[in-house]
């Protein structure tokens, strides 16, 4: 079940309208067509991997931070018997497989007590440990650490343009050709209203309720630990004039066509999924990718060249490793990701953290 339809109850009715030869529909429900239904984006047995490059594929330094996170988590809560790490969004479980290794590799027994659970469409990976649990839903009432890594960015959303008039729906036939629909209804008026200020006649808007009740949904199985969405992202004072949709085949980027042959993602407005999730926890806290994963020990700085000739081995590791820090956390990049962490029943977490 794709993302919108789980957090709405049930699937939409699909609204057609034949056109000279094409069908359109609204950009939310193409998008859920082509990235979840039959035969598409996420269902394919290669993966986003074989598209596109997250943080998890960039470098193991990503999982380091993330089992280093789920830690700092588990010291927070008293070292509950059971803990979990529940991966939404969990692609071919590369995220579970780098932190297992983490933890198999450290001190003490959290490797022993975590649950690691994958919640994604696509059937299991085969080759996954078998200690890794996968499913199509999120389970309930998680003690520890939900991940959503670029996920909030693929759950679909309304797009809307503004015109003199005001806002109306963007619909989209498979082949990617667009027309101006109905106006938004009571609940994506009052949305856009609240949260993506009119721009001039032709500007753009993607319209965030589906995330937002995607994330709540989401921050709603955790009963006592932190909930983190890792996202390209903007906040209300930073709107894109004409929207951030775009989608990505065999590593480049690509107009976005809803015929499953690509992803499609948009920029989340993380502003907006943090107070809609925020009655239900006891903090929130934004950090960009580079503050979080520094916070976390990663760090981009070079080794000293003095021990290239006392250690030349060990100099070379540590100078790759600087070099993977240093693409996770450049802020032109994947260091400019946003960090939305909301906690119940402990402290913030990376407030917690040495720097």
């Known amino acids: 079940m794709s993302p919108e339809a789980e957090v709405a109850g049930q699937p939409r009715a699909v609204r057609s309208h034949p056109v000279d030869g094409r069908e359109y529909l609204p950009w939310s429900e193409a998008m859920d067509q082509a990235l979840y239904g039959p035969g598409g984006f996420y269902r394919a047995a290669g993966g986003p991997a074989a598209h596109f490059r997250t943080s998890v594929h960039a470098s193991p330094l990503f999982a380091q931070a993330v089992a280093r996170l789920l830690g700092r988590v588990d010291a927070l809560l008293g070292h509950p018997g059971d803990i979990a790490l529940v991966d939404v969004g969990a692609g071919r479980g590369e995220l579970l497989v780098g932190v297992l290794g983490e933890l198999l ?74 027309r101006l629909g109905a106006e938004p209804d009571d609940a994506q008026r009052s949305w856009l209203t609240d949260w993506w200020p009119r721009g001039e006649p032709g500007t753009r808007a993607e319209v965030g309720l589906t995330r937002d009740a995607a994330w709540k949904s989401a921050v709603a ?119 939305l962490l909301q906690g119940r029943g402990l402290p913030p977490v990376l407030a917690t953290l040495p720097d």
């Open 105 to 178: 590799g450290a001190e003490g027994t959290l490797a022993e007590r975590v649950t690691l659970i994958g919640v994604e469409v696509a059937e299991r990976p085969e080759g996954l440990p078998e200690v890794v649990q996968w499913r199509g839903e999120r389970p309930g009432g998680v003690v520890g650490l939900l991940v959503a890594n670029e996920w909030l960015d693929n759950v679909p959303c309304d797009v809307a343009e503004a015109t003199a008039e005001g806002w109306r729906l963007v619909e989209v036939a498979r082949d990617g050709t667009e």
């Open 221 to 339: 199985s955790v009963e006592r630990g932190v909930a983190v969405a890792i996202d390209y992202a903007h906040v209300k004072s930073d709107r894109p004039s004409f929207g951030t949709m775009t989608g990505y085949r065999q590593g480049r980027q690509v107009n976005p066509i809803p015929d499953g042959s690509c992803d499609i993602t948009c920029h989340v407005a993380l502003d907006s999924c943090a107070a809609a999730a925020a009655p239900l926890m006891d903090w929130s806290a934004n950090h960009t990718q580079r503050d979080a994963l520094r916070a976390l020990g990663v760090s981009g700085a070079r080794p000293s060249i003095a021990r290239a000739s006392s250690d030349p081995r060990g100099y070379l590791r540590a100078l790759s490793q600087a070099s993977a820090a240093a693409e996770l956390t450049d802020p032109a990049g994947l260091g400019g990701f946003a960090w």
